[in-house]
């Protein structure tokens, strides 16, 4: 039997089998286990690395409940409420939400793709060479697989030229990435994120703009993915990424990236000796080129490349 509750702690999908097992979803990540016998549940909730005990009961629709954190055994003084929703409610609540990830009239799966693609080129304000050899590659490729990329582009261009002028971009967007989210498998969503990956990060710089779009698109895409870990490992593979964040410079450290680029050595040696300055803070420059994309992690013998001239 599935019930579903709408209340404090948003939406709650309760699934019992008949043997009186329960177990629950609610909110982003939270879960519910226990048993729900002649109205009553009782169990555990888990939640963002939280979790507690949880009781309630439901009857003629209401859900009326007490909760606690901590699993050891105490008084409830939380509450949990919340309505059932009934099957009309439920297909009411699909089809807005189907109605607010439409794509707009005469567009396809192809669209979504040139639309999204098209924003990750324009993000950072300009448009390169090899961002243009892979829009042409992605064209080639979907041209294989009969997705009409190329026949769309132009068009595409122009509509949304006109959907930025009137602040609309940001949803038709989201209604792209979620349409394909929703079209494509896990392989075909895969390799369109790749692309969308190879189109920012292709000059070694995730731009601002360009890191604020592929968040929000991995997001929709690859829910899965966290993108924390993601650009982390663009940093190691040395690309810049500018996440929005202050960073913090040393004072020296504009002269320090001049001296290291004539010498071209990756020497943390070399700043001591010519800015004066001692081992430690000489290493957490480094970092910082390291953050920045202008040298190496260390190796296994502790040693750094320059990988940005």
């Not at 177990?23 to 888990?46: A, M, N, R």
């Not at 059932?84 to 192809?110: F, H, I, M, S, Y």
């Not at 042409?136 to 261009?157: F, K, R």
């Not at 967007?173 to 895969?190: G, M, P, R, V």
Request: proline fraction near 2%; charge should be negative.
């Amino acid at each position: 039997m599935n019930y579903t509750f709408k209340g404090n702690f948003g939406t709650l999908e309760l699934v019992v089998e008949s043997n009186g097992k329960a177990s629950g979803s609610y909110q982003k990540g939270g879960t519910l286990s226990g048993t729900f016998k002649d109205g009553e549940f009782e169990g555990e909730w888990e939640n963002n690395g939280m979790e507690g005990l949880v009781k309630f009961t439901v009857k003629e629709g209401r859900l009326n409940g007490k909760w606690k954190k901590g699993k050891e055994s105490g008084a409830m003084r939380g509450e949990w409420w919340g309505d059932q929703v009934g099957a009309d409610t439920k297909e009411k609540e699909l089809e807005e939400q189907e109605e607010a990830n439409r794509l707009p009239d005469g567009w396809g799966t192809a669209s979504a793709m040139a639309a999204l693609i098209r924003h990750m080129m324009l993000a950072d304000k300009k448009v390169s060479d090899a961002e243009i050899m892979h829009m042409n590659q992605a064209i080639e490729y979907y041209d294989t697989l009969d997705i009409p990329l190329g026949e769309v582009w132009d068009n595409i261009d122009d509509e949304m030229q006109i959907y930025e002028k009137i602040g609309l971009q940001g949803q038709i967007l989201e209604k792209c990435a979620a349409h394909l989210a929703k079209t494509f498998d896990e392989d075909e969503i895969q390799h369109f994120w790749n692309i969308l990956i190879n189109v920012t990060v292709q000059d070694r710089d995730l731009h601002y703009y360009e890191y604020v779009a592929l968040k929000y698109t991995t997001g929709i895409l690859m829910p899965d993915v966290d993108f924390n870990d993601l650009t982390a490992h663009m940093r190691k593979n040395g690309i810049s990424v500018d996440d929005g964040q202050p960073l913090d410079y040393d004072e020296k450290y504009h002269e320090a990236k001049e001296i290291i680029l004539s010498e071209g050595a990756a020497l943390p040696e070399i700043l001591c000796d010519v800015l004066l300055i001692g081992k430690n803070r000489a290493e957490r420059i480094f970092d910082q080129f390291e953050r920045d994309g202008i040298v190496s992690p260390k190796d296994e013998n502790g040693k750094r490349k320059i990988i940005k001239l």
